[in-house]
C-alpha cells in the first residue's frame, strides 16, 4: 500500500494535536529537540516522531538541524508566528471555562487609553468588581486607535478610547469626561487659573509618543494656528512628561487629575487649558453582535451609568 501525504493528495493538511503544536513550539523557543520533549513530558524519540509526522503532513521542513541544534525554516517561523496566537487562544478557552466551573460568570477582555486608567478607571472597576464578583476582569492598556482595532478584531471584549477616535461598525457609548492642563517648571506659572494654548506655542514640549490620541491631537491644534508644534522630546509615560518639564527640558500638557497627582510630589505648575477642545470625552467601544445580559454588556451599562450620574471625574 502506498500511502500518500496530505499535499501529494491534493487536500488541506490540518493541525491534528495541541500537544504537538505545543512541542512545536518549545522546540523553536529552546533551539533542542530535547529540551522542548523535557519541557512536554515525552520522550525523545516520541517528540522527534510528532515533529517529523507534522512535517510529513505539511510536506515542508520546518527546522534545519545540525550539531549546534534547531533552526528554523522560513515554513517553521511562519507556523510560529501561527502557533503562538493559536495556543493563547486555547488558553484563553481553558481559562474562561475554568472560571465557569469555579462559579465565576465569563470575562471581561478590556483595552483602555492611558487617560482612563489613571484617573477614575480604577475606582469605576472596583465598584463593578464588588457588584459583580463573579465576573473576572483582563485589563490592558493600549493606544485609542490600536484599541478600536481589538475590538473589531475580538481581542478585547470593551475598549474605552478617546472621542474623535474613529471606531466604525462598533456600538459606542459615552464614558467620562477629563480635561487637558498645561504642566511647567514651578514658578513659570504663578498666579494663573487657565491658560489658552495659543499663549504658550512658542515655548518647546515634552509630547507623548506620535501614536498616542493626544500629541495627535496637539499637534493638530498647533496647525490649525499655522505654526509647529516644538516638540523637544517625546516619551512613552505621563511620568517621563512630567519628570522632564520638572528638569526644565520645556512643557508638557496632561490630562488634568493626572497632573495634579504628579505635581503632588513634583515641582511643577499645573494650570488647567481654557480651549473648549482641551475638555475631552471618553468613550466605550463593543462589538455591535454583544449579547444583552454577558458580563461585557453588564460592565458597559455599568460604566456608563457612573458617567450618566454625573459622579466625579
Known sequence: MISLNAKQRGCRPVIRDLVTLRLFVRAAETGTLSEAAEQSNLA??????????????????????????????????????????????????????????????????????????????????????????????????????????????????????????????????????????????????????????????????????????????LVEQAAQAEVSLRLRMQVRSFDGVCRMVEAGFGYGILPLIAARGFAASMRLDVVPLSDAWATRQMLLCLPPDTLPGSPAALLTSHLARLAHNGLPS
Open 44 to 217: 525523545l524519540a516520541a517528540a522527534s516522531r510528532r515533529i517529523a509526522l507534522m512535517e510529513e503532513r505539511f510536506g515542508v521542513r520546518l527546522f534545519r538541524r545540525s550539531r549546534q541544534g534547531l533552526a528554523l525554516t522560513p515554513a517553521g517561523a511562519a507556523l510560529l508566528d501561527h502557533a503562538r496566537g493559536l495556543l493563547e487562544q486555547v488558553r484563553a478557552i481553558e481559562g474562561e471555562l475554568a472560571d465557569f466551573a469555579g462559579g465565576m460568570r465569563g470575562t471581561v477582555r478590556i483595552q483602555t487609553n492611558p487617560s482612563a486608567i489613571i484617573q477614575f478607571l480604577p475606582a469605576d472597576l472596583a465598584a463593578f468588581a464588588a457588584e459583580r464578583p463573579d465576573v473576572r476582569l483582563d485589563l490592558q492598556e493600549n493606544m485609542s486607535s490600536e484599541i478600536v482595532s481589538a475590538v473589531g478584531e475580538r481581542r478585547a471584549d470593551l475598549g474605552i478610547i478617546i472621542g474623535g477616535t474613529p471606531a466604525p461598525q462598533l456600538d459606542i457609548h459615552p464614558y467620562r469626561t477629563d480635561r487637558l492642563a498645561l504642566l511647567a517648571p514651578r514658578g513659570s506659572l504663578e498666579g494663573r487659573t487657565e491658560i489658552a494654548f495659543a499663549e504658550v506655542l512658542d515655548k518647546d514640549f515634552i509630547g507623548l509618543v506620535n501614536s498616542t490620541a493626544l500629541t495627535r491631537a
